[in-house]
């Protein structure tokens, strides 16, 4: 799922995704929804699935979320 616009969602409708792929903005905003850093490895942890968290020009973060 591409988060752009960023749009507020649930983790619980983020989570049975595969991959949720943000920019640096939609990442902040997508961290304000749960409370928790903009990192890829916290966004993918909070929602339970995989984040790929593009940089422009310093390339993409990606991490997957534990599932439970």
């Not at 749960?34 to 993918?44: E, F, G, H, I």
């Not at 929602?47 to 973060?61: E, M, Y």
């Amino acid at each position: 799922m591409n988060l752009a616009p960023a749009y507020r969602l649930e983790a619980k409708v983020l989570s049975p995704g595969d991959l949720i792929v943000v920019n640096e903005d939609e990442a902040e905003a997508m961290a304000g929804w749960p409370s928790c850093d903009a990192t890829a490895v916290a966004l993918a942890n909070r929602v339970n699935t995989g984040v790929l968290r593009t940089l422009g020009g310093r390339g993409p973060r990606a991490a997957g979320g534990v599932r439970r």
